[in-house]
Every structure is written in structure tokens, then in C-alpha cells.
């Protein structure tokens, strides 16, 4: 078996203070919303799990049908949230998409919750 290559990492720029430190700006306000809303969802919570523990980095989307219990269409739709949102990335092999988590906005978003 073909060890795959993991999914290209964007740059991820911290949006914001830990919001115990200052009062967030409303460019901040409105990304940390819209990725917090990404995850307020169960289906995404699991995908996303799932993408962050596969072993090779990165996860056929028809590979995480199953898991999830939705259908090919529901699951890419979360997914497309979730890429849209920064949170995960996306890479076209062949005729499948295979999907990566993006630690570093996992990471950012740990950080705006810190109180310190």
C-alpha cells in the first residue's frame, strides 16, 4: 500500500486575541462566528474528528459516508462548511476529493478561547 502524501496546508493567520483580552473587532467577530458555527453542528464535530485522527492525513470524502451515517450528498456539504470555514482543505485525487483538518485553525480557535 502507497503511502499518500498529506493535503497542502494553508497559512492560517490567528484572527484574534484570547477574547478574555481584549474586545474583538468586528472583522475577528465575524470569523471566529463563522467558524465556530461550522463546528456547532454534530455531523461536522465528527467529521472533523475524524479528519484530525486519519493516519495519513487525509480522508477520502467516500470514505467518511459511512462513519457519519449521512448520505454522499450530506457529507459533502459539511465538508464543503468546513472547507469553507478554514478548518479543513480539500485536494482533487483522480475522480475523489480527499479532506485534511487544518491543525493550525483547530489551534487558533483553542487560543481566542484561552483566558490567558
Not at 5 to 33: F, G, I, K, N
Not at 44 to 72: H, I, W
Request: hydrophobic letters at 45%.
Amino acid at each position: 500500500m502507497r503511502e499518500l502524501p498529506l493535503l497542502e496546508q494553508p497559512d492560517v493567520q490567528v484572527c484574534c486575541a484570547p477574547l478574555a483580552s481584549e474586545v474583538l473587532s468586528e472583522p475577528d467577530a465575524q470569523t471566529l462566528a463563522r467558524q465556530f458555527a461550522a463546528l456547532a453542528d454534530p455531523v461536522r464535530l465528527r467529521l472533523v474528528s475524524l479528519l484530525a485522527t486519519a493516519e495519513d492525513g487525509a480522508v477520502c470524502a467516500c470514505d467518511l459516508v459511512a462513519p457519519v451515517g449521512k448520505s454522499q450528498p450530506t457529507v459533502s456539504h459539511h465538508l464543503k462548511v468546513l472547507v469553507d470555514a478554514g478548518l479543513a482543505t480539500s485536494e482533487r485525487r483522480g475522480r475523489n476529493i480527499w479532506y485534511g483538518v487544518v491543525p493550525a485553525a483547530l489551534e487558533a480557535l483553542r487560543g481566542a478561547l484561552a483566558t490567558r
